[in-house]
């Protein structure tokens, strides 16, 4: 038990009746850290947020938050602070009442209970809000309530609930912007679970992937774009998402990968391990709509080939367009004042070795 | 060309609603004629004298006698009331035919020295209505908390406090009139001190029903045995409601149990008490059914309620008129009750 | 570094706290108090007359048996017969049923229309006919009486019938509506657009739509009509009279001894039917009062 981390995970095993969530999860977060959690509906995200919290029975493990085995302990007593989705704020209470409300209740002294809600309102711009109900509140401003109840607690880690997905885009991406200054400011631990990619991608100092109750990738957002471990992974990071195109990997001193009538050659192209002698089928290529080359750029790539735009999508700063490479729909990003249509041809292209493959299994190669 | 578009448009607007205002004939009769046209019948008639409307009684070896003929067929075939040629002739020639007595009815009504019949039945139902409601709240809301704990046998527990509710008010009142009498539960506990040999127990009297004082007890005990149920499934039910995640968040908070209950849940399932509280009083401003089989309204007039009053009035004592205005009093009661209400929730959606 | 003697791992020691056990002997003393007469109706209609005069009303029955049940149901006195309850068994039923039916096929109807097919003039009966729901019976009686005896129903089944439709309107005409207006609106007018007029949406779409909230409607009438006995016993005529006057008459009737064995059995053959339905029904039953008790 070990004061580097500020919380560790061990072994944590999470079970409803017969379903197991999570088994064998194992999570070192250290200090300061920003950590995200990011997966799809079910994968156990917000269920390992709710053990962490204490909010939920564990089957088996351990957890520390600051060098304290808090495995039993009651969410009060973990040194944490929570923001919900729905921000739960009391509503027949005033923001004061709200944010005031577990202190008084813990017998925190009249002059540092108002000391707390002076400072927490300063930080999150609510000072004028202090008199209203949640009722009289737009959601921003609930959301910071509900972030100020958590930073009146004092405490050294954050959680955070998908805060924003009840907030429309604009509102979201503004938000955004204002939990990492937070972050940047406090200097808390901060773990933060959400389905949204970019929003993993913008704020954390890593990401880990969950599905199925299983960590995926847990890295830097920068590797993680660049080099995914599995299929899902890549497929999930990067909006709009990777191209995938399946074939047969030929090994040799520059590998092939064949599919249908592409042949590329695969040449520069960083392999995880020695592959034998013997062609590899089920693998496929992956290459992001940003990485593909166009026009006169295209001419000069290892790989290049002309195609048939099929659907234009423009969307002001750049244009998506979808193109047919053999059977496959293929997707790119050209300028936005750029104006194709549907029918016209063009060449596009890209280097292999910027891509990622995966075998039959899904796992990087 | 507008024109004719205007033409047909409205022409289809009165088809279309054509066959929703069929449908919906039975309800305008009902509000219309039953509950608009009585009420005003009732109270209208209420400032009459009392004989105007003779009724004759049929006696039977039960308590119970009821109205048969109040109409008279005239030679002509005619139903004409009985004791006097309907005429409407206006209201100065109602006042010469003396047929309006004016308040007369309520004087007597509510004139305790001479009609302390009256007086008692109001008491009963105020002091039964007050204590119900507050034991049926407290009682149901702390079942319904209790029950929120995630308690094993969640439903064995709600269908045992809820039962009594599908019963009628007679079957609660025979099996309690049975139990409260000196042979129901005080024999039973004389018999029990007598075996174990308690003195105490022996001789112990529990004669809720014979004293004028306690019998509204015994009313009470019986009446709530029957209603709490229905309280606590709605605070039940308004609980649930509640966001899961505000519990969360006081948890985390560090707040206790019986504190989130009092300082968030409480405030936030106003609408529900409120809603509630309407529903069981106007069921209690009602009561009748168990009065009539558990006490009879005794001994003597002392667990006497309005509406027992009104039925008695009306149609074993011929006196018409002193029941309409009684039952005008109650109708008064639950406006008072209701236009509160009513405030409330409109006001409430108009700030919406 | 000294280790603790049990390192928390897993899921937590078990939680019998004294708080615990407070919570259930709070629900358990409770369920005393609502079992027990439900134990003295049981237990007093199984004793035979012997044992009921000895009174102690706890007593478990020497020799249970179903005389009492027999009596009560064939040859008990209710009134100027001594036929039993089967008479008003039969009356009942015979009350119950058109009225569950009559005014749930009005009250359904007036909600459908409620809900999608507004007309001037419609939220204010529908306002009328709640507040109306909470005017006491009394209020409007005696003019009842009047009507229903111009109509020549005074005193007949069809009359009581007609009574009971009457008042079960108001809150099942609510029930609809708050039920129609719950389903998504976009089912309606895509009917709409497909041609289909009043009654052929209302019987092709939202009836059968309607299921569970039928189960609750029937569930709250037959109850509460099976139940009652201020209107049984005012309109529907001596020969007519439902159970629940019935068992009044055999329990009240001041002739001769108290046969607290058969009175009790009477009790429990006249609260068969809304128990029974009360415990197959369970969610539908609490669905039901909630309902009740969500206004507008």
């Known amino acids: 038990m070990s004061e580097n981390y500020s919380i560790e995970i061990n072994d944590l095993k999470v079970a409803y009746g017969e379903i197991v969530v999570l088994e064998n999860m194992n999570l070192n977060i250290a200090h300061g850290e920003f950590l995200v959690l990011l997966g799809a509906s079910g994968c156990g995200k917000s269920t390992l947020l709710n053990c962490i919290a204490g909010l939920l029975d564990v089957r088996d493990g351990e957890i520390h938050i600051n060098g304290k085995n808090v495995t039993w302990e009651e969410p009060k007593d973990r040194g944490i602070g929570m923001v919900f989705q729905s921000y739960a704020l009391y509503p027949q209470m005033t923001v004061k009442g709200n944010l005031s409300f577990g202190l008084r209740n813990a017998g925190v002294k009249k002059d540092e209970v108002e000391r ?181 750029a295209a001419a000069g790539a290892p790989f290049s080939r002309e195609v048939v735009v099929e659907v234009v999508e423009p969307m002001g700063a750049d244009t998506l367009v979808w193109a047919m490479i053999g059977e496959l729909s293929f997707r790119f990003r050209v300028e936005g004042q750029l104006q194709l249509r549907s029918g016209d041809k063009v060449t596009i292209g890209f280097d292999p070795s910027r891509g990622s493959m995966f075998d039959a299994e899904e796992r990087r190669i | 060309m507008t024109a004719t578009v205007k033409h047909k448009r409205r022409r289809l607007g009165l088809f279309r609603n054509l066959s929703a205002k069929i449908a919906a004939i039975p309800m305008i009769f009902t509000t219309l004629v039953v509950f608009v046209g009585c009420s005003i019948w009732t109270i209208t008639y209420s400032f009459t004298k009392s004989k105007l409307l003779p009724v004759k009684l049929f006696t039977m070896p039960v308590e119970f006698q009821f109205p048969l003929s109040l109409f008279n067929r005239s030679e002509e075939g005619f139903l004409t009331w009985v004791g006097f040629d309907y005429q409407w002739n206006g209201f100065s020639q109602l006042i010469n035919t003396k047929f309006l007595v004016g308040f007369a009815q309520y004087d007597r009504l509510l004139d305790a020295s001479r009609n302390s019949r009256w007086a008692e039945s109001v008491e009963n139902i105020l002091f039964y209505g007050v204590f119900s409601l507050t034991f049926s709240f407290t009682v149901g809301f702390i079942l319904a908390a209790l029950i929120d704990q995630k308690v094993r046998f969640e439903n064995a527990f709600r269908s045992i406090y809820l039962y009594p509710f599908a019963l009628s008010f007679v079957v609660t009142g025979v099996v309690w009139q049975w139990m409260l009498s000196p042979d129901g539960i005080q024999d039973a506990i004389n018999q029990f001190g007598a075996w174990a040999h308690i003195g105490i127990l022996e001789n112990l009297p529990f004669k809720l029903m014979a004293s004028g004082e306690t019998v ?124 509160p209400w009513m405030y409330l929730e409109y006001g409430r959606r108009k700030e919406r | 570094m000294t280790k603790a003697i049990a390192t928390p791992r ?127 019976y009394q209020v409007m009686l005696y003019p009842l009486v009047i009507i229903t005896r111009e109509l020549g129903i005074f005193g007949t089944l069809p009359g009581v019938i007609f009574i009971h439709s009457i008042f079960g309107m108001p809150i099942l005409t609510l029930l609809f509506r708050n039920y129609f207006a719950a389903l998504p609106v976009e089912l309606f007018k895509a009917a709409r657009v497909d041609g289909a007029g009043f009654w052929g949406i209302f019987f092709q779409i939202m009836l059968p739509m309607s299921i569970p909230i039928l189960v609750v409607a029937v569930i709250l009438q037959v109850t509460g009509i099976w139940n009652d006995f201020l209107f049984g016993v005012i309109f529907a005529g001596t020969q007519n009279w439902p159970m629940t006057v019935q068992l009044n008459n055999i329990v009240n009737s001041t002739q001769g001894v108290k046969e607290h064995n058969v009175n009790m059995a009477a009790t429990i053959l006249t609260g068969l039917v809304p128990l029974t339905i009360y415990f197959i029904s369970g969610r539908y039953f609490v669905r039901g009062i909630a309902a009740g008790a969500v206004k507008g």
């Open chain 1, 116 to 296: 707390r809600v002076a400072q927490a309102s300063e930080i999150l711009q609510i000072e004028p809000l202090l008199k209203r109900r949640p009722a009289e509140l737009s959601g921003g401003q609930r959301q910071r309530v509900a972030i100020g109840r958590a930073l009146v607690r004092d405490v050294d880690v954050f959680l955070f609930d998908e805060p924003l997905s009840n907030l429309d885009a604009k509102l979201r991406a503004d938000l955004r912007v204002e939990i990492k200054r937070l972050h940047q400011r406090l200097e808390n631990t901060m773990i933060y679970v959400t389905h949204d990619q970019i929003e993993a991608m913008t704020l954390a100092d890593r990401i880990a992937i969950m599905r199925g109750g299983l960590i995926q990738q847990l890295d830097t957002p920068f590797n993680i774009y660049n080099n995914p471990v599995n299929k899902y992974v890549a497929g999930f990071i990067g909006s709009p998402a990777m191209n995938f195109i399946e074939g047969t990997l030929t090994p040799g001193d520059v590998p092939m990968f064949t599919s249908g009538d592409l042949n590329i050659s695969m040449k520069g192209y960083e392999l995880t391990q020695t592959l034998g002698s013997a062609p590899l089928e089920g693998v496929t290529l992956g290459i992001r709509p940003e990485h593909v080359l166009f026009g006169d």
């Open chain 2, 216 to 339: 509204i007890f015994g009313l009470l005990l019986a009446g709530l045995w029957q209603g709490t149920g229905f309280t606590m499934v709605l605070m039940l039910a308004g609980m649930r409601g509640i966001d899961g995640e505000i519990w969360k968040a006081a948890r985390v908070d560090g707040i206790p149990k019986w504190k989130t209950y009092i300082f968030v849940v409480i405030p936030m399932m106003r609408g529900v008490f409120i809603t509630t509280l309407v529903i069981a009083a106007s069921g209690i401003v009602r009561l009748y059914d168990l009065v009539v089989v558990l006490t009879s309204g005794g001994p003597g007039f002392s667990s006497e309620v309005p509406a027992k009053y009104v039925y008695d009035y009306m149609f074993a004592r011929s006196n018409l008129g002193q029941a309409l205005a009684a039952s005008t009093m109650m109708l008064l009661t639950v406006v008072i009750i209701l236009i």
């Open chain 3, 10 to 136: 897993g899921p937590k020691p078990n939680r019998i706290s004294p708080g615990r056990i407070i919570l259930y002997s709070v629900l358990l003393i409770a369920a005393v108090y609502y079992l027990l007469p439900m134990y003295v109706m049981i237990a007093t209609s199984l004793k035979d007359l012997d044992q009921v005069r000895e009174g102690n009303i706890f007593a478990w029955p020497f020799r249970a048996g179903f005389d009492a049940w027999i009596k009560a149901w064939d040859t008990a006195c209710t009134g100027l017969y001594c036929e039993g309850l089967k008479v008003g068994f039969w009356k009942s039923v015979q009350i119950t049923v058109p009225s569950v039916l009559i005014s749930i096929a009005i009250a359904s109807v007036n909600g459908y229309a409620l809900s999608y097919w507004r007309f001037r003039g419609s939220e204010v009966f529908f306002t009328i006919l709640i507040i109306g729901s909470f005017i006491p």
